[in-house]
């Protein structure tokens, strides 16, 4: 039995969801390959396979590009929630270390 979309997207690699997101703002395949320093072939079989472990397209593909499906749209949603809060957590993990870093001995 397959999970629910949050279920899967909890399995995700924040990674994998930085590429979707990316690909989602681009709206081209090519060009989000760029922006991520990656091959368009590599960004792909990322996609795919995110696709695959979601149970759903995500994306309308066609010459002139990529649209999101109504799973991809909620996915794209929830997907920048979470690395919104991935961002601010690292952030204020690397704030705290900085203001409780121990005195260096001299």
């Known amino acids: 039995m ?23 703002e681009e709206g081209n395949f090519t060009r989000a390959a760029a922006r991520l320093f990656m091959t368009q072939p590599a960004l ?13 397209p995500l994306f309308l ?3 002139k590009g990529a649209t999101l499906t ?3 749209q909620v996915l794209l949603r ?16 690397r704030a705290a270390a900085d203001a409780w870093a121990p005195p260096r001995p001299a």
Not at 44 to 56: F, L, N, W
């Open 78 to 93: 929830e997907g920048r929630s979470v690395l919104e809060g991935l961002d601010l957590a690292e952030s204020r993990a």
């Open 70 to 72: 109504f799973a991809g």
């Open 2 to 24: 397959r999970g629910t979309l949050t279920t899967e997207v909890m399995l995700m690699e924040s990674r994998e969801l930085r590429y979707f997101v990316t690909v989602a």
């Open 44 to 56: 792909s079989r990322a996609i795919r396979q995110i696709e695959r472990d979601v149970g759903s």
């Open 61 to 63: 593909r066609s010459n």
